[in-house]
Structure formats: structure tokens, C-alpha cells
């Protein structure tokens, strides 16, 4: 005889009961995915002004509704931020202090906008001059997901910088959600970047990348999978590239000591784990493809 | 001249009634991709208690909360359950006995959410302990697509199992489209299972993993593509990876008779289409990347 | 101290007028992602009819709803058109012309939906032929990324060709966004094609591509990263690929005097630089795979 629903009721709260640590009762709220989506959605308005609005915006009226979309933001983010610090609040700090702290942070950050801007606009050139499929600028930042995700990443790093917990890594992930592109908010990323196609592309916690500096899709920048786990929180596990590199599709470079120096190339699909020196070309040592024709008898192992 | 709008509407008319295949008129209702979503958005609520809801959710109103949730999840999964029998009515059962079967399977199934959670809970540490980055199990729910995509994949597997039509694929493919992650709801996964970053990863139907396998983005298990497309449908035509394997990213194991022994590792990028016993490290042979100065003559042919 | 609102409001303020290239004011409306997203969806119901409505459409009513649904995509598309003519008009048109233009490559291009269809039904062939996996063509449409994916890149490829500005870019980002597929609407592609599972396939703009094709997921088909930029703009950048060509998942293929010849195979994760003949089966020379014992000294080096 089957179940009836408060049955089931009763057995999936039995399951909270005994199995814990993927329950979350009686908590503070955390920040919610949606309400952090909406944010993130506001502050792209407010860098890129009236690329993603629904209507014209005439300079006579942009102090005025920027002032109001301020304002929003400056409520919606200072709420989210005040969850994040309650979840998980900064040594040393009172939890009656904890609100003063989150207005603080909210708006240093908002402060640093134009900054985020003057970082945006490069990355934004990079892509048009780096890609003869684009019409414009304009193209560029209302159809280009690498739009969405660096700026996103942008944001997302000046509130990690500030030690605000859970906030940067959700909105990333709202933006990799969007476009495939994992750009962890700890990276250090130079100025004129641009990831084409985008998706699959991986860029690690400690990873370190200069100026002018191109990847293709599925492209990751990853830590070695060690026994270590947790243990290594905070060390350097991610790769360093430096300035000029030009990383081909689903290439992987893996490791925290790992440098590939200024103006290298590195071919698609190559597995490096090792540093190379500047202006290198790294491809597969011994690997030209081979091209059999079918009915060979040597291939027939590769009659996949 | 140009077509009216009338002549355009008779045109396309005309086309539904030449070119089959790809209409569904006067048929029954189809489960729906945004229903489904909904549905499974609120079993995700269910799995997790507290972490996906816009309001604090207290012990004492723990019950009533979670009955009422229950109660609409029951009646929605039921619902598209029913229309996928109604598509595909399994041998045997009467059309008038159908909507028992669709109250039966729902029960059922929803009687084994404890079971998917002991799962989930072990998927939620591995990922905890196996990403440095990861500041808690609350980040690792609230952020990382992962836990979405696998607990969407364990939820689908249980329909899969009772050969319910339709449901299973559409709601793995409504996590493939918001992770980016294509776990097939036929393929058997062990417990602590982490795929870090995920972004284009693929497990296939018949794909067997056992327990404390990590994976990373890109990573295909897949099956040969042969002429025999149709005639294969049930036969096991994807690998089977043992016990505590670790596979890079971008890696793709093909073809059902391939096992991978427990404890390997396989490197980024392999192309593997053949077993390899346990604790084997799987690499290219000859292959260690080619550092060359750009000037360098030999490396004329790569200049890419 | 901390800035107020209405000082950050002004500080934005004042990069916008100094930091250009990324703003866009007191312009012509934009063609919107989400305003074309809204009219794409409603072209995938006008394509697939019945597959994707809330309610069952009946033979008896076809006219009549096929009819509605015509007429607003007519209108909402038709407003798209217009802004991107007013962002980029074709030379040689007048301003006063530009309704009259929108209006009749609104009109054209609904006219080719049949001619659309007659492509997809053969898509949707080659994917349920092709994988043992699927159950239908019902379950193919209703379930697949790939069929969205294509159905999109179909019709952004016609408002390609008529050389409509930004729509059909952002037509074919919008399924790139839900799909993980990036199909540039510039690419020419023959009949019964199929990308398996899909996520991070890329396909770049001068692709040109045969009849039964079949991709995987992470195959790129691109362009060199030269110098040129875009003075390389309309030049033939990107591979073509002959007549029953299978590329398995994460291979890459550069350039756009690189030709695959018919009937050939390319391997996971080949970098492809150069043409190969027809019939050929091409993956790495000297490539196997090794397999270590892992506390095999030689593997050293290889300890990730």
C-alpha cells in the first residue's frame, strides 16, 4: 500500500532530524540566489547605462534615474550583505555593529564603480579589435556573454577584496549560471581581457593574469587534486599568466607554481603543469595528427 | 510583393500538414519543460530545507511548511506524470487504470526523497572537503551548481528506474540548461561524488560510477558513435569508473566496455577507449608539452 | 567617512562623461536580449507547433491560433528590425524608409519559416537516429538543447543573410545563454545535422558545414588569433567540413583554409590545423595512452 502525503510528510522531517548538514532551520537567512540576481542585474545597468534599459536615456534625465537606481541598489546589496556578515560575521566584530558594517562596505564598494568601469571599457575594446566577427562596441556589450561574466567577476572581486562572505561567489555563479564561464571573484585579472565563445572556461581562486591577455572556451586555469582538500585554503593553487598570453580552447594549466610567461601561445587542448619561459609556443611534443585513411590496417584500434 | 500576414499563416498551415515529424496537434498534452522546472524547483526546496526559501523557516512551523509543500508537489508531479503515460502507456495497463498508476509512482517516488537525501549529503561533504575554496557546506548548497545539478540527477534516477516516460530526461535537462551539467537520469553514481566547476561535463545513460569519484568541467562519459544508432538502445554503451578515480578536465572515456579500476587518475584531455586496471595513471605516451622560442624554425607549422 | 548616495550618484555620474565606449545615451533604443528573447520563443512555437503551448492545440482551432501567434511575432519582430536598421542603416537608405524596409524583412523572413522547418525536420532525424538514448522525436524536441539550438541558428541564419544588424547575434546569444552552444547565425550548414549533449560547442561565423554531419560537445570550429583582428573581417576564417564527418567531443579545428574532407572522423581533443583528405581518421601519432602503476618512478613527473 502506497504512502498517503502526511506520511511522507512525517518521514522526509524524520530525515532532517537524523541526517544534518544540508538542513537550514532555525537560521539566520542566508543571501538568496534570486534576491543576489536581481542586484547584480541592477549594477550592470548602472555601469553600462542604457544598454540593458527598456527605454531611451536622455542625459537631461540620467541624474535622476541613476540617483534612484542607486538608491535601490544601495538597499537591495546593504540587505544582502548584512545576511552574508550575520551568517558569518568578521572576528573582532559586535553583532550590534554588524549593520553599521554592512552600510560601510555597501557603499565603499559603490564607490568603486568608476573604477570597475575604467576595467570594463578595456576588456570591452579587447573583445572588438580581438574578434573580426564584431560589428561594435555596441555588439559587443549587449550580445557578448564575456560581457556579463567579467563584469560580473569585476564586481564580484572588489567585494572579496573586502573579506564580505558568500556574496562574491553567488554572484559569479549567477553569472556562470548565464554563460558557462566559472570566473572565480579571488582571480587578479589585468586589464584588456577577453574570453571568446566563453563556455566551459575556468579561472581558478588564486589565479593571477595580466594585461592583454585572450582565452578561449573551455579553457581552465585549476589547482592539482591533492589529499590536502581544505588543508590548502589560502595557499596559491592556481596558475600565474602573464601578460600577452594567448590560450587556445580547452586547454587546462594546472597548479599554483605554474607561470607561463609574457607573449606565449598555448595550443588547444594541451594538459600543463609546468612553467614555461616568456614568448613560448607550448603544443604536444612527437604529436602531428595522424591521417589514416579508414580501411588502414594500423588503425584499426582508433575504429572508434 | 510581399506576403500578408494571412498568406504567411496559410503557407506555414500548409506546412504542417506536408512535413511531419515535428508537430504535435490533436495529441495529448505534453509534459511541459517550465511545469517540470517548477515542480523540481520545489523538490530542490524539499531536499534542502531552509536554504532555497525567501523566509527563515522555524522548527515549530517545520510540519506545516513542509506538508503544504508536499501537498502541491504531489498533485504537480502527478499531473505531468500522468501525461507522460498518457504518451507512452506502458504494456498492459489499461488507459482507465492510468491515473492510479501516475497516483502510485508519485507516492512512491516521493516516499524516496530520505533515501536521495542520505545520498545528496554525502555529495555535499565531498564537495566541501574537495574544494579549498569552499568555505561550508551552507556556501556549497547556497552556490555551487553542482549540488543542483546531482540532486536533480538522483531525484530523476529514481523516476528513470520505474520506467516513467518523459519526466526523467526533461528535468535532467532543465539542469544541463541552468549548470551547464548533462548527468543522464539512466546512469548509476556512487556516493561522494564531486564534479568541480562542471560547466559541459557528460555522464550517458548506461555509465556506472562508484563511490568518491571526482570529476572536473568538460569530462565526457560517453558512448562510440556507430552506425548502429536505434538498434543499440538498452545495451550498455558507456563506461563504468570504479571507486576513488579522479578524471581531469576535458577528458572523454568512450564505450560501455570500458572500466577505469579504482583509484586512477586520468590526465586533462585523454582520449581513453580502452580499460586500464586499478590505480593506473592514464597519459599520453611520448607526449610532454613542446616549449619553443616563437623564432625557432621547427615551429613554423604551429603558427597559430 | 563614507560617500553619501548622492555623492556616488555624482562620482558615476562623471565617468560616464569621462570613460566612453561603454554607454549609450540619448541614442535610438537598442534592439533588447529580452524583448528578442520573447519573439524567439514564440518563432519555436510557430516551428514545432503543439510542442511547446501550454494547452492542446486541435486541428479544428490550428488556423485561428497559428493565425494570433503570426500576427504578434509579426509586430514584435518587425519593432526589433527597426531599432537595429536605426542603430546600423544599410547604405544608401533613407531615414523615412527604414519603416518601410523593417516591414518587408519582417515579412520575407516569416516567409522562409516553412523552408525552416523543412531544414529542422531532418535535425531532428539525425538526433533521434543518431542516439540510442532517445526515445522519440517527441522526446528529442521537447527535451534536447540541440534542437533549440539549431531551430535558432536556422532563423538567425535568413536574417543573417538579409544582412539585418544585431538581431540575429543576439538571437543565436540568447540560445547560446540557455544551451551552452555558441552557432554563430553566420555559419552555412547542410541537412541532417546533430550536436550530442552540446555544451561549449562552438562554431564560428564562416563555418561551412555538409549534409549528416555530427558533433559533440566542446567541438569548436575556429578562427586563427592573429594579429589582423578585424582587418580580417568578412575574409573566410573558419574550418569546412564535408558531407558525413563525425568530430568527437573537445576537438578543435583552426582556420579557414582547414577542410575536412567527407567521411572522416576526428578524434576527442585533436588540434586540427591543416586540411585532411576524405575518409580520414585522424588523432595524434604516437599517441596511446599510458598507463602507470602509480608508484611507478617514471610517473613522477605526473603526480597531479
Not at 94 to 105: F, G, P, V, W, Y
Not at 263 to 274: E, H, K, N, P, R
Amino acid at each position: 500500500m502506497s504512502l498517503t502525503v502526511t506520511d511522507l510528510t512525517n518521514q522526509l522531517i524524520a530525515s532532517y532530524a537524523k541526517v544534518g548538514g544540508i538542513n537550514h532551520l532555525d537560521g539566520k537567512n542566508l543571501p538568496s540566489k534570486s534576491r543576489i540576481g536581481t542586484v547584480t542585474s541592477e549594477l550592470l545597468r548602472l555601469l553600462f547605462p542604457g544598454f540593458f534599459d527598456e527605454h531611451v536615456i536622455h542625459s537631461s534625465e540620467l541624474k535622476v534615474e541613476i540617483a534612484m537606481l542607486m538608491d535601490d541598489v544601495c538597499d537591495r546589496l546593504e540587505n544582502e550583505i548584512y545576511r552574508g556578515l550575520e551568517y558569518a560575521p568578521p572576528e573582532g566584530v559586535a553583532k550590534k555593529d554588524l549593520s553599521k558594517l554592512a552600510r560601510k562596505l555597501t557603499l565603499d564598494f559603490l564607490g568603486r564603480l568608476p573604477h570597475v568601469r575604467d576595467l570594463l571599457r578595456t576588456d570591452v575594446e579587447a573583445a572588438f579589435r580581438g574578434d573580426p566577427a564584431a560589428l561594435s562596441n555596441e555588439e559587443v556589450i549587449v550580445a557578448y556573454p564575456f560581457v556579463e561574466a567579467i563584469a560580473v567577476q569585476r564586481l564580484a572581486h572588489e567585494l572579496y577584496k573586502d573579506k564580505v562572505p558568500l556574496i562574491p561567489r553567488i554572484m559569479t555563479e549567477w553569472a556562470h549560471s548565464r554563460t558557462g564561464m566559472d570566473l572565480h571573484p579571488g582571480a587578479k585579472i589585468g586589464t584588456n581581457f577577453f574570453i571568446d565563445h566563453g563556455t566551459g572556461a575556468v579561472i581558478g581562486e588564486t589565479s593571477v593574469i595580466g594585461n592583454n591577455v585572450k582565452m578561449y572556451q573551455g579553457v581552465g586555469l585549476v589547482a592539482r587534486s591533492l589529499s590536502g582538500g581544505q588543508a590548502l585554503k589560502g595557499q596559491k593553487r592556481h596558475p600565474t599568466i602573464e601578460d600577452r598570453v594567448t590560450i587556445y580552447a580547452n586547454a587546462t594549466i594546472v597548479g599554483g607554481d605554474t607561470t607561463v610567461g609574457a607573449g606565449s601561445t598555448i595550443g588547444a587542448s594541451v594538459f600543463l603543469t609546468q612553467s614555461v619561459p616568456p614568448n613560448s609556443l607550448v603544443t604536444y611534443e612527437n604529436v602531428d595528427v595522424k591521417v589514416t585513411a579508414k580501411r588502414d590496417k594500423t588503425a584499426t584500434d582508433f575504429q572508434i
